[in-house]
């Protein structure tokens, strides 16, 4: 499938002078399509909708590490989230939330992109350089329950003040937290005190939420480990729960085991865990490794009327997303799995980077040396993240999932379709290829 950026924006204005530039770089079949810019001033309802569509557009991006490290196009994309919103460059007061609620106000400028904003909270904090790393800021929308639902991890090319405040709501705010899946790398963070009480805030937090899974006999040793301020026991101990350092997202509904079965999702330790209630609320629990996903795709459907083969018009029918991997369940057994969620983008990203985190430490990569610096003025990648390449797109039949119909370009991973139509299969440059997939046998199921 082909993308071009359309040369109206790439005539007019500095973000389409980029776009020129951009296109003379990667050439125009790499680059998804780009939200048209408009000559004239943008009503409340086009500033919006372009929001919205800048939204998805970053969020595509995000999963193509080729454009995801390149500076010319992270300068390109921060000068149109400023220009879509017409945010002037100027030094703001930004919140920035810890796990347990804490609020950390630093000052930083409305284009600071993510790393920036990052490394002015580490200084606040008083967090070594070295370990900025571990860590990411995330969006998330607080709920009545004062609970956090995880919008999506701030990449690095967004402006945060400007994400955040373009939402115009209370309820959205940045948090931040650990962005590594493998518990051993706690060793490093916990050398450090700051370290150390951020991953504790964390911890206690996701046990209070109900995120990681404790028995009564556990909760009562982490109490007494709390009451007597052991933060690295207790640490220790919490790393033994199941679940313990995973991101949970919110109740959503899977073809696994059965079609249309309520599930909640979490992520982390190199898995996605399905958990669900069985008649009787007995709790069950499937987990799917990501060694054994052959590769995974994102699709945005709106269903069709009955009967229907037109393309649908806009508002007939509310989009929804779903995730689906193909999955190896036995030796010779590939099945795909589906989750609809609204959260299906972020979970795909949650997978991208747990396969990252496993092949630097594959090829003796340090997860130190992933945070990106400036290099006169240019962000670099590390070597070990550098050796980290885009998966392959692999042909993946789908013969029993739903006939789609396509209503726009797809951006990246991500695509939007109808349901109820009669068209093809999803190509396969709608599918993540994973490099970490590994070929088991039944002993080892």
Not at 146 to 170: D, H, I, M, N
Request: with cysteine; proline share 4%.
């Amino acid at each position: 499938m082909h993308f071009s950026i359309p040369e109206t924006e790439s005539r007019s204005g500095d973000s389409g002078g980029s776009a020129y530039v951009l296109r003379k770089e990667y050439g125009a079949n790499v680059l998804p399509a780009f939200p048209p810019k408009k000559l004239f001033s943008l009503t409340p309802a086009e500033v919006e909708q372009r929001r919205e569509q800048l939204e998805k557009y970053m969020q595509a991006v995000r999963q193509d590490p080729l454009l995801g490290s390149s500076e010319t196009f992270n300068s390109f994309l921060r000068r149109a989230q400023q220009e879509t919103q017409q945010v002037p460059t100027e030094e703001v007061s930004l919140e920035v939330l810890l796990s347990n609620g804490q609020k950390v106000l630093v000052n930083v400028l409305t284009s600071d992109q993510t790393e920036d904003v990052l490394e002015a909270v580490a200084a606040k904090l008083d967090l070594p350089d070295d370990l900025i790393g571990y860590f990411s800021l995330f969006l998330v929308r607080e709920k009545e329950d004062g609970a956090f639902s995880f919008v999506r991890k701030l990449q690095e090319f967004e402006l945060p003040y400007v994400s955040v405040t373009s939402l115009r709501s209370q309820e959205y705010k940045i948090v931040l937290r650990k962005s590594y899946w493998d518990s051993a790398y706690d060793d490093d963070v916990m050398e450090n005190r700051v370290g150390l009480n951020l991953l504790y805030a964390q911890t206690v937090s996701d046990i209070e939420r109900g995120w990681i899974l404790v028995t009564k006999e556990q909760h009562r040793q982490l109490k007494s480990l709390q009451e007597k301020v052991s933060k690295k026991e207790f640490l220790r101990l919490a790393q033994t729960l199941r679940h313990y350092g995973y991101l949970r997202f919110d109740a959503c509904v899977a073809d696994f085991p059965e079609k249309d079965c309520p599930v909640v999702v979490s992520a982390g330790n190199s898995e996605l865990s399905l958990q669900l209630r069985l008649p009787g609320q007995q709790l069950r629990e499937g987990s799917f490794r990501v060694t054994r996903m052959r590769c995974w795709r994102v699709t945005s459907s709106v269903p069709l009327p009955s009967g229907s083969t037109s393309s649908p018009g806009r508002g007939r029918g509310e989009v929804r997303l779903e995730l689906a991997f193909e999955y190896l369940m036995s030796k010779d057994r590939l099945q795909w799995v589906t989750i609809t969620s609204p959260q299906a983008i972020m979970m795909s990203i949650c997978l991208q980077s747990m396969v990252d985190e496993l092949m630097v430490k594959k090829s003796g990569g340090s997860i130190r040396k992933m945070l990106r610096r400036r290099v006169g003025g240019t962000l670099r990648r590390s070597d070990s993240q550098q050796a980290v390449k885009s998966p392959p797109l692999l042909e993946s039949p789908d013969a029993t999932r739903e006939s789609m119909v396509k209503l726009s370009s797809k951006l990246s991973a991500v695509s939007l379709r109808g349901i109820g139509s009669p068209s093809t299969d999803a190509s396969a440059s709608d599918v993540h290829g994973n490099f970490a997939f590994e070929g088991i046998g039944d002993e080892d199921l």
